[in-house]
């Protein structure tokens, strides 16, 4: 145990002699340092634009398949009511944003 508390005391003296610090203000990342972070940049960028089209396109696709949906199940309930005899009742007309609203505007 002592031989390797001794190495490891030889080791960090030797190596703390040969560190020398920079001078801060001539130390830049650079060309190097500025193309890189560039390049992150454009790369995180391009990957939220892409992100933002799929959940819009996501988005789309739920609200066409709803669409279909209810579509479907006023087609199913008019023939069963057609296939019994009742009354056909036509289902209100989808909302679509442009009719004014009823309650108190904010």
Do not use: C, H
């Amino acid at each position: 145990m002592s031989v390797l508390l001794a190495a490891s005391s030889l080791v960090g003296s030797v190596l703390a002699e040969d560190v020398t610090t920079p001078d801060p203000d001539t130390v830049t990342p650079g060309i190097i340092g500025f193309i890189v972070t560039f390049m992150v940049m454009a790369v995180t960028l391009l990957l939220v634009i892409d992100m933002v089209r799929r959940v819009r396109r996501v988005n789309y696709r739920a609200q066409v398949q709803e669409e279909l949906q209810a579509e479907i199940a006023e087609r199913d309930a008019a023939a069963a009511a057609a296939a019994s005899g009742a009354p056909v009742k036509p289902a209100p007309a989808p909302a679509t944003g442009d009719e004014p609203s009823v309650g108190p505007s904010r």
